[in-house]
């Protein structure tokens, strides 16, 4: 019996063998076997209890993102598989690797009508890169490796594995718990391009006039940030960035002109798309918000592909040169290329272009910016922040209000994963519980998050897992009580027929201070960051709940409100 564990001990030590080091998740029935090994096997796993499955896969993104590695999230059959969905969805589609498990009644109860039963591969199919419901207990090892394999290697994103109640019972051989160490965290086995692809680039690069890169979250996945700062600086070229790709260079960086597109860009960052005569996408998808639905680059212009997904290649723009495999092994092969031409810097003059484009950027922010108006301007917190975080904080912002202030305005003074939001299907209350798994990842780093108070109202419950773990957690809350995006968008699209976006105003302080939180109500813009200052300072869980401007009374940076 000493070569013998059963189902739920083959996936608890198959999870450590794959380098997990902390697990989300939601208890339920069907997961009995798998939380009684958790507790009797001796492991290296923290298990961390959430009161929602949709959180704990969002604190897996987050928990992923900032680490490089798989996050984890569990639950239980029925409404937990369905609630676990929305998480995965996300991690999948912006390339994340996240693994959810959820635990399903027993294989042998299946057709018969039993509680909570649901065909979860048909219901995860769709939603991730790979997905499997076991039905042998002696397959839980080798679909463990299948499921990192898929979730580290090419395009990295979620996997979902079923686990039925009764094959948790089932004998699984020891001999089989082994890992490929080289999948607990991705890219896993980088490609390089194909031969010849970095020399045709750098021919179309060097033919054009006023190049373009725009990076997209691919770069800061595949770190390949150290090998674009020297190709943007040897070329003196202008860098810009989607939402997701921030942190491709230092946004204090004197080549990184900062976000494009209808959300986070500005009128002076789109000047530069609009003007380029070859764009350079660099793991970026060229979709609709980066491209102001594919206002710019315009028909006719040149576009370089860099991408490690070659379903993109052409997806949206005839693409004159596509050079598909890992980021960082592109550009270096490029400066590998460049390196035996000798080519220096002064090419392009794009750093001097982006500081006539930055000064008038920030001078019309700094106006704003300073405005002792009540409600506060948002604005004015941007700037507080920039005033009060320290240089490595991660800050982590739901997609509403926060999000494009904070893009466009907010000057990430480091490359690398320090700022993170849901771009791709951007469900409110993210930040709540994403914040939660970055911490974990990133527990040295001051964590804050940014949301509306519509988002807040989302993940609210999640408090008492940030007290119970006692993160020192920083939350802003921009507080108009209304789903601001949408008011806004019925202002600028339906000529201000405002209906059902408004909600009652709640003390959103006294709510975090019933859990735990140390928390401060702000409506005087002359107190805002002294407040932020002692909230971030504080040693536990903190919320600020700052009354902010209505977004359809501001001036944000959105070209276009309907994505």
Sequence with gaps: MSNQMNGAEAMVRMLEAQGVRHIFGLCGDTTLPFYDA????????????????????????????????????????????????????????????????????????????????????????????????????????????????????????????????????????????????????????????????????????????????????????????EELDRLATRLDIPVATSISGQGSLAETHPNCLGVVGSNGGTDETWEMMEAADLVVFMGCRAGSTTTARWEAPKPGTRIVHFDNDPMVMNANYRTEVAVVGDLRLALAEVNAVLDTRAQGAETFGGAAAIADRKRRKFEAFEVLARSDQAPIRPERVIRALMNTLPEDATVVSDPGTSCPYFSAYYQLPRPGRHFITNRAHGALGYSLSAALGAWYGRPASKTVALMGDGSFGFTVGELETVCRSRAPITYVVFSNATFGWIKASQYADKDARYYNVDFNRTDNAAIAAAYGVKSWRVEDPTDLERVLAEAIAHDGPTLVDVITQPLEESNAPVRRWMG
């Design 38 to 225: 958790m507790l009797r096997l001796e492991h290296k796993i923290t298990h961390v209890l959430t009161r929602d499955e949709r959180c704990a896969t969002y604190m897996a993104d987050g928990y992923s993102r900032v680490t490089g590695r798989v996050g984890v999230a569990e639950g239980p059959s029925g409404g937990g598989a369905t609630y676990i969905l929305p998480g995965l969805i996300e991690a999948s589609e912006s390339s994340y690797a996240v693994l959810g498990i959820t635990t399903d009644i027993s294989v042998a109860s299946y057709g018969k009508y039993p509680l909570t039963e649901v065909d979860q591969k048909a219901l995860m199919a769709p939603l991730t890169k790979w997905n499997t419901v076991i039905s042998r207990a002696d397959h839980i090892p080798r679909m463990v490796r299948a499921a990192f394999r898929a979730m580290t290697t090419g395009r990295s994103g979620a996997a979902h594995i079923g686990l039925p109640y009764d094959v948790q019972y089932d004998p699984v051989d020891v001999a089989d718990i082994w890992a490929d160490p080289a999948t607990a965290s991705y890219p896993a086995y980088p490609q390089p391009p194909a031969p010849g692809a970095a020399e045709a680039a750098v021919e179309a690069i060097l033919s054009a006039k006023k190049p373009l890169i725009v990076c997209g979250g691919g770069v800061v996945i595949a770190q390949a940030w």
